[in-house]
């Protein structure tokens, strides 16, 4: 895996760019209806943050691209609810995710406006909650004066553990930047535990599916 990684390091510190672009289309994706409940949006941001202790990327660069990418894809996922009303959450391709819409709903009128807030750290739940939130009518004003601080408290969230945990290795653990071990030791960590939480979400969805059927009464 890290003779992976070290091209791809080595790639990216030439080609910055094209990290930011992909930066920012995850945050941006992962605010997408459906899409955002399998981009992993999260995973790509964290273990790209790897990248900023070593010069690679730089800070605010990173921080921006992944705001303005969370931003974009909130406020589209929020307008297209608030043009089409609750219309939305019964079409397609909505209509093919009625657990998980409802939960939303249920996420919704449970924490009111906050939980515009509170879903940008939930997922899969994120990707439904701005759709809702403009399904439901809520006002534009009203979205965006929570929906924002979110963002600028979800990007350092995101951004900043890898900042740190790769600085602290190569600071204390006294491993050298140009070895790339911390930022191997933190990627790895970061896919691993995505893959490891994703199954686990998967196998837990996979049981209350089957709880449900089960407890269907025959006619």
């Known amino acids: 895996m890290t003779s992976f990684l070290d091209p791809l390091i080595s790639f990216v510190s030439v080609h910055a760019w094209l990290a930011y672009l992909t930066l920012f289309l995850a945050a941006l994706l992962e605010a997408v209806p459906v899409v955002g409940s399998v981009i992993p949006g999260s995973t790509i941001i964290l273990a790209l943050s790897a990248l900023v202790p070593g010069g690679e990327l730089k800070l605010q660069w990173v921080l921006l691209a992944a705001a303005i990418g969370a931003v974009l894809g909130d406020g589209s996922a929020y307008w297209l609810g608030h043009r089409q009303q609750r219309e939305i959450l019964n079409a397609w391709p909505l209509s093919n995710y009625p657990r998980v819409v409802q939960e939303s709903e249920s996420f919704f009128h449970r924490f009111g406006t906050w939980a515009v807030f509170f879903a940008r750290f939930v997922p899969p739940i994120r990707a439904f909650v701005p ?78 599916n089957g709880i449900a059927a089960t407890a269907k009464p025959r006619a």
């Open 131 to 208: 759709v809702t939130a403009g399904a439901l009518d809520m006002a534009p004003a009203k979205f965006y004066a929570i929906n924002i601080p979110a963002i600028l408290v979800w990007a350092p969230a995101h951004v900043l553990p890898g900042v740190l945990a790769v600085s602290a290795l190569h600071e204390y653990a006294g491993l050298h930047h140009h070895d790339h071990v911390g930022k191997h030791i933190w990627i790895l960590t970061v896919v691993a535990t995505a893959v490891v939480g994703g199954f686990g979400v998967w196998l837990y969805h996979r049981r209350q």
